[in-house]
């Protein structure tokens, strides 16, 4: 059986812990999304701060990496397609590239809170990984988890 635990199996405050559990069970899988706009600024900070080591780790577990958004896709006026190709183009620039900063329709919906603590013109570090392990998280490892 294999299991598809999204958020980095929410443990990405605890990248040891992540691995640890990805090479306990070798039929558990993760995804690269975060949820929520205020986890999702949160995770890309985790990220942004310990980019080389998130890089090797997908790098080395890209064969059980999935690609995800966590949105909740409905007729909502808040769900604009603008809103929804933000956040979609947001997870593809952490992924693909060195630096990257966030959408302003990321920061509208995060919450008063957590908006305050944020820069939103920081220039965060992404993975910039490779084309091979890029088309594995986007494509190969859906592909072989459900049509295999």
């Known amino acids: 059986m294999i299991i598809l635990a999204p958020h980095f199996v929410l443990t990405s405050r605890n990248l040891n812990f992540l691995i640890r559990l990805l090479d306990d069970y070798p039929n558990l899988y993760t ?5 929520h706009p205020d986890f ?8 942004s701060n310990n980019s080389e080591n998130f890089r090797k780790f997908m790098q080395k ?9 966590d949105m909740v896709i409905t007729d909502h006026q808040s769900k604009s397609r603008t809103y929804l190709d933000n956040i979609t183009l947001s997870y593809f620039d952490m992924l693909e590239k ?6 302003s329709e990321l920061f509208k919906k995060m919450s008063r809170k957590s908006r305050e603590k944020v820069d939103p013109n920081r220039i965060y570090k ?5 084309d091979e ?4 998280i ?8 459900f049509w295999e």
């Open 61 to 69: 577990y890209r064969d059980r990496i999935t690609f995800g958004t």
């Open 138 to 145: 986007y494509h190969d490892n859906a592909e072989r988890i």
């Open 31 to 35: 995804d690269v999304s975060f949820g």
């Open 133 to 136: 392990t890029l088309r594995m």
């Open 98 to 103: 060195e630096e990257f900063t966030l959408p």
């Open 126 to 130: 992404g993975l910039h990984l490779d």
């Open 40 to 47: 999702q600024v949160a995770g890309f900070e985790r990220i």
